[in-house]
């Protein structure tokens, strides 16, 4: 079982930036994909980005040019630098774990962009 804690969410204002964080622990797999995913009111889960352990990354259109996904294999965490944010980025963004047998989801970090 993977345990997944998200960290790094709150209130911006538009241009700003905030840096997300998700540890996780418990039974990691040597081999694993880690990322974010975000959920607007009203509207789908949908794909932020992910990263292999590897470290290779995948980016939706809408973030690509500003988000950056990051990780620490040594310390299990992965990391979600937002730039530039805009109002249509407000989400509940929750970190995700996949291996081949099973996938994870933590409990969702809120990021509110406002001015």
Do not use: H
Request: include cysteine; hydrophobic fraction near 30%.
């Amino acid at each position: 079982q993977v345990q997944l804690v998200e960290s790094g969410g709150g209130l911006v204002q538009p241009g700003g930036s905030l840096r997300l964080s998700c540890a996780a622990s418990g039974g990691i797999s040597s081999i694993n994909t880690m990322g974010w995913y975000r959920q607007a009111p009203g509207k789908q889960r949908d794909l932020v980005a992910t990263i292999s352990r590897s470290g290779i990354t995948n980016y939706a259109d809408s973030v690509k040019d500003r988000f950056t996904i990051s990780r620490d294999n040594a310390k299990n965490t992965v990391y979600l630098q937002m730039n530039s944010l805009k109002a249509e980025d407000t989400a509940v963004y929750y970190c995700y774990y996949r291996v081949i047998t099973n996938s994870f989801w933590g409990q969702g970090t809120q990021v509110t962009v406002s001015s």
